[in-house]
């Protein structure tokens, strides 16, 4: 079946790249606004998936914060709520809410 799971995946792919076409305000606009970014990293700066520090960088690439002690999240990471949604916006605390998002 690899050779129709195949086919139909590039059907798919191939419909999905078509439609897109319709969506171009959406897609430009959607979600485009500045936020900070949190990952974790080496003690060299490079990626890491389990068992990094953590890195903050802004829009722009800009490193915020570096090397951070994940098992101290609490001390750099906020979570505020807002009163129209349930959802928790977690932000860096040293720039605040809402800067920090």
């Known amino acids: 079946m690899l050779l129709e799971a195949k086919e139909i995946a590039q059907r798919t792919l191939q419909w999905f790249k078509r439609s897109l076409e319709d969506f171009r305000d959406e897609i430009r606009t959607f979600a485009n606004f500045p936020s900070l970014f ?4 080496t003690p060299e700066g490079k990626w890491e998936c389990y068992h990094g520090r953590v890195r903050v960088v802004d829009e722009n ?33 040293p720039m605040g809410y809402p800067g920090g998002i």
């Open 38 to 41: 949190i990952g974790l990293v």
């Open 61 to 93: 690439g800009h490193i915020v914060a570096d090397q951070l002690d994940p098992t101290e999240y609490q001390e750099y990471i906020g979570k505020a709520t807002e009163p129209w949604t349930y959802l928790k916006f977690p932000y860096y605390k």
